[in-house]
């Protein structure tokens, strides 16, 4: 099993930055990928970006530019930047990772973009 914990949503203005956490309990190369999905209300979950065991990065087009998910293999802790930040982005954040053949999520933390 993996758990993962999040941490970093909260208010934020547009235009803004925020750095969302996601600690895992296994070594993040023993994870085939870690990833960002988000959810608004009244909207399915979204892909917002991933990384692979070997580093290889994959973005939503909405976000390519404005977000990136660097990666700290020592912490076993996947982030996510996100620049510029728009009231769209008004979501909560998933955690996700591939152990195996299994997907694990995280809890979830809200990001509220608005003046």
């Known amino acids: 099993q993996v758990q993962l914990v999040e941490s970093g949503g909260g208010l934020v203005q547009p235009g803004g930055s925020l750095r969302l956490s996601c600690a895992a309990s296994r070594s993040t190369f023993s994870l085939n990928f870690m990833g960002w999905y988000r959810q608004a209300p009244g909207k399915e979950r979204e892909l917002v970006a991933i990384i692979t065991s070997s580093g290889h990065t994959n973005y939503a087009d909405s976000m390519k530019g404005r977000f990136t998910i660097p990666r700290d293999n020592a912490k076993n802790t996947v982030y996510l930047q996100m620049n510029s930040l728009k009231p769209e982005d008004t979501a909560i954040y998933y955690c996700?990772?591939?152990?195996?053949?299994?997907?694990?999520w995280g809890q979830g933390t809200q990001v509220t973009v608005s003046s």
């Open positions: 996700n990772v591939e152990f195996g053949v299994v997907q694990y």
